[in-house]
């Protein structure tokens, strides 16, 4: 097969996204049945809430990598009280792994329409690697589970944060950054950038 010289294919970006999704993975075996309506770090939400903002999330950026556009994007729909916890988890693996083999399958050079407004694919993918990994995190606390973030995606992260996330204009999606604590990790150090409060594991 003849590939384009202007191809080119995931690289970084990608695997982040990958080292995200496994995170995620690992942490959606701690949901239950009963933690559903246990708080979260997101300010007012429940785990059912958290898990079903997550998979419209993965919906959105499913449709920037496969259709090249984001349009503006629906009002939430309200928690559905008869999903099951299994459901719930099911259909966010389904959804990343669909995501994942979409990523997989984009050339990165592409731009992808946001209302009208031209960006990267692979700062998409970042956005991606940002909100898996995040809600991850916040879904491991709301479960008591508390898995810390991987260092090296929280690193990672931490490079592309200030650009995604800028310290003004953030809310209501992101509260104010707050005070990480002395000798924190790369994960701390997001999570209180994001707003966040740093609990001890």
Do not use: K
């Amino acid at each position: 097969m003849t590939v384009p010289d202007a191809v080119r294919w995931p690289g970084r970006e990608h695997r982040r996204l990958s080292e995200a999704v496994e995170y995620a993975d690992v942490v959606l075996s701690a949901v239950s049945a009963r933690l559903l309506s246990s708080p979260t770090p997101c300010r007012a939400w429940n785990l059912r809430m958290l898990l079903e903002h997550g998979d419209d999330s993965l919906a959105v950026l499913l449709e920037g990598l496969t259709a090249q556009r984001i349009a503006e994007p629906p009002a939430a729909a309200p928690p559905d009280p008869a999903r099951s916890a299994a459901d719930l988890v099911g259909a966010f693996r389904r959804r990343a792994a669909e995501l994942l083999d979409a990523s997989a399958q984009a050339d990165s050079g592409c731009l992808v329409s946001v209302e009208g407004y031209p960006l990267p694919i692979d700062c998409l993918r970042t956005v991606g690697v940002l909100e898996i990994a995040v809600h991850a995190w916040d879904i491991s606390q709301a479960c008591g589970q508390r898995l810390p973030l991987p260092e090296d995606l929280a690193a990672y992260l931490l490079t592309q944060v200030g650009l995604l996330v800028p310290r003004l204009g953030r809310e209501p999606l992101f509260s104010a950054p707050v005070q990480a604590p002395a000798r924190s990790s790369s994960g701390e150090r997001l999570i209180a950038y994001l707003g966040r409060p740093v609990r001890p594991a």
